[in-house]
């Protein structure tokens, strides 16, 4: 079996952001978990290096484009290297077997009447080096980028796109997996039953631009760089692919959604023309936001990978990446939400359940095999229970959902999520079982064995999303295989993993927690460690401290903003007896408006403090996580003033 999966090609122009790590990290995942399911995987990425665009950095900065592009194709091989990127190969389009296979398929279609020149008059976008149509630009401006439009009348050369209108639309219908996710397949489909499909110009004359590839048939244009780099997806099975396979038709095409039309209309006509297979699926992805606002150069809050990754961890990026939001949709990204994410379940969940493993291993020197555990354990009806029912997930069950969420519509985001709750699901077992107190060693055995076998499947698992870690997890139950070279079926069975006490050691924590800061309005009060909050955690109260805490139901009559603060609200708040003023952090959560009769819970005896020279006499309560602060209420009707039981 083999699998073709590619990431777009990505522009020199500029260094990598989040949206390039996305994609190239996503399509890496799927490379990984094919070849854990025997598949031979071919990975492409690499480079698109011809354009205007290109042109014009290199001349900025008093270079020449090839001078230019093999500067800037550095940044994303030593991006790559650092995400632990595994691509089988890197294509760049000014390789001369690229440039040789684009002029054929260019001669072919020439060949064939399916190109053909004409002079032209219309509005182009040099940014977007795409020419627009009258009716399609929006106040002189490019409906795409939004940035002016220049007015160009010359002769160019046309590929015949609009012949292929009805081919496409058809192919499109009869294959309802070849664009995912299912709400950009329609917007295709709308597209092309409601708009008359146009030809598309292919050629730039080089008096406007030279940094292109040449016309084969006339050496007075240079490719248009679409045409050039839709080509290496099927020019790099040609020399980057290994020969003993027929490479072609790719499996995924995996893009950003801004990119969609031009992988789906243009490169399908092309593919149609060119009468060859057209890809299986076209993937395309949404964007990323920061911190809820478009991600721009103009408004300086570009993410850059290779910072957040030195700051936080590879696996820790990668994690977050794809487990943040589904697969396909926008998502928001923010170094508060990446940390919550570190030292909540890749710290507290995974890490810990690890640590408190091989510690109990260590402390009583007996991993435990299957084997050594006797008949009467073997048929205890709390034993079987657990075995049964507490981890269902680690049979066929759960490799079957694995393996459907991750072959129907990338479903990444609710593989990690499903993958987590098993992780979950082993701290309550290690809970219940309290095995630190354990005196029966045949019920002891069993216990570690359950732990470490669960630890060595999730490994299997989670090693598509963060291999270094999962291997680490190996290593560390003294397994001496590497995960890469394993069979997903063959390893996920229950019960065939085999563990040695004296291989088994603890090593450096797992996830590292971050440093976190709390803060109430715009202050910084305090900085929060693992070993304050494992301080906190051991500070426990007695119901009478408890009892001291007066908490009344309130009702929030008027809500204003404070001045020069973007985090606190002034509430006025009705608890029965008297209306109370109220300082609260919500502002990035709530509008002034949409709080006005809600009914909170509201710590009514707290001393009064002022915030932002504010006076507030009480603490409403809220809840938070995933990036939102919920305040918490009541589902009926309750009397304002009740005491809060």
């Keep these: 079996m083999k699998f073709y999966i590619t990431t777009p090609i990505y522009y020199v122009n500029d260094i990598p952001h989040i949206g390039h790590a996305y994609t190239t ?53 030593k991006l790559w290297k650092k995400l632990n990127i595994s691509n089988d190969a890197f294509i760049r389009t000014t390789d001369k077997e690229h440039i040789k296979t684009v002029q054929g398929l260019l001669q072919k279609l020439f060949d064939e009447g399916k190109i053909e020149k004409r002079s032209y008059s219309g509005w182009y976008c040099v940014p977007d080096e795409r020419f627009w149509t009258e009716k399609e630009i929006m106040g002189g401006n490019c409906p795409d980028c939004g940035r002016p439009v ?28 070849y664009i995912l996710p299912e709400t950009r397949k329609n917007e295709v489909l709308g597209f092309l039953k409601n708009n008359k499909l146009g030809d598309l110009c292919i050629s730039r004359p080089k008096q ?83 911190e809820g606002s478009k991600m721009s150069k103009s408004f300086g ?18 994690y977050f990446l794809l487990r943040e939001f589904p697969f396909g949709l926008d998502g928001n990204f923010s170094i508060r939400l990446l940390k919550e994410r570190i030292n909540g379940e890749l710290a507290n969940d995974l890490g810990n359940l690890l640590s408190r493993t091989l510690a109990l291993v260590i ?16 048929k205890d009806e709390f034993i079987e229970f657990i075995r049964v029912r507490e981890f269902p997930e680690f049979t066929v069950k759960f490799s079957n959902s694995f393996k459907s969420f991750m072959d129907h519509g990338l479903k990444l985001n609710h593989t990690i999520l499903y993958i987590m709750d098993a992780v979950k699901k082993m701290n309550i077992y290690i809970d219940k079982r309290s095995p630190w107190g354990e005196k029966d060693s045949d019920m002891l055995s069993y216990t570690l064995y359950t732990l470490l076998e669960g630890l060595r499947i999730i490994a299997v698992y989670l090693f598509p999303f963060i291999p270094e870690s999962a291997q680490k997890i190996w290593d ?51 900085t929060v460690t693992e070993s304050t909050v494992a301080a906190e955690e051991r500070q426990l109260i007695s119901i009478d401290e408890f009892a001291k805490v007066d908490l009344r139901v309130g009702e929030i009559k008027q809500a204003e903003k404070i001045e020069k603060s973007k985090k606190l609200l002034k509430l006025k708040v009705d608890i029965g007896t008297e209306e109370r003023q109220v300082v609260a952090g919500i502002a990035e959560h709530y509008t ?52 809060v039981k």
């Design 25 to 77: 990290v996503a399509a890496d995942v799927m490379a990984r978990y094919k070849r854990l399911c025997d598949y031979q995987v071919f990975f492409l990425t690499g480079t698109d290096e011809h354009g205007q665009k290109v042109d014009k950095a290199a001349r900025d900065r008093g270079l020449k484009p090839k001078e230019h592009a093999d500067l800037m194709v550095e940044n994303f091989k």
């Design 150 to 177: 220049e007015h160009i009348e010359e002769e160019n050369y046309f590929f015949l796109m609009s012949k292929y209108q009805e081919d496409l639309k058809e192919y499109i219908e009869k294959n309802p997996k």
């Design 208 to 290: 406007r631009l030279s940094w292109g590839i040449p016309l084969p048939f006339d050496e007075n244009y240079v490719t248009y760089v679409w045409f050039d780099a839709l080509v290496n997806y099927y020019s790099a099975t040609k020399y980057r692919a290994p020969t003993d396979v027929d490479w072609w038709p790719a499996d995924l095409h995996l893009v950003g959604k801004d990119i969609l039309t031009t992988h789906s209309v243009y490169w399908s006509a092309m593919l149609l023309a060119l009468k060859k297979e057209l890809p299986k699926t076209i993937f395309a992805h949404g964007w990323w936001t920061v």
């Design 301 to 318: 809050n570009v993410v850059d990978p290779l910072a957040v990754v030195n700051e936080y961890g590879v696996d820790q990026f990668r």
């Design 363 to 378: 402390k009583n020197k007996r991993p435990g095999f299957p084997e050594n555990i006797t008949a009467k354990v073997e």
């Design 476 to 526: 560390a139950l003294g397994i001496d295989k590497k995960i890469e070279h394993c069979k997903l079926d063959e390893e996920v069975i229950w019960g065939k993993g085999s563990f040695d006490s004296m291989k088994i050691q603890k090593g450096r924590q797992l996830f590292p927690r971050v440093e976190e800061k709390m803060e109430i309005g715009d202050k910084v009060t305090a």
């Design 592 to 643: 002034p408006e949409e709080l006005i009769g809600k009914k909170i819970v509201l710590v009514a005896n707290l001393k009064p403090a002022k915030l932002m020279g504010t006076e507030s006499h009480g603490m409403v309560l809220a809840a938070g996580g995933d990036g939102r602060l919920v305040l918490i209420g009541f589902d009926g009707e309750v009397k304002l003033g009740s005491k």
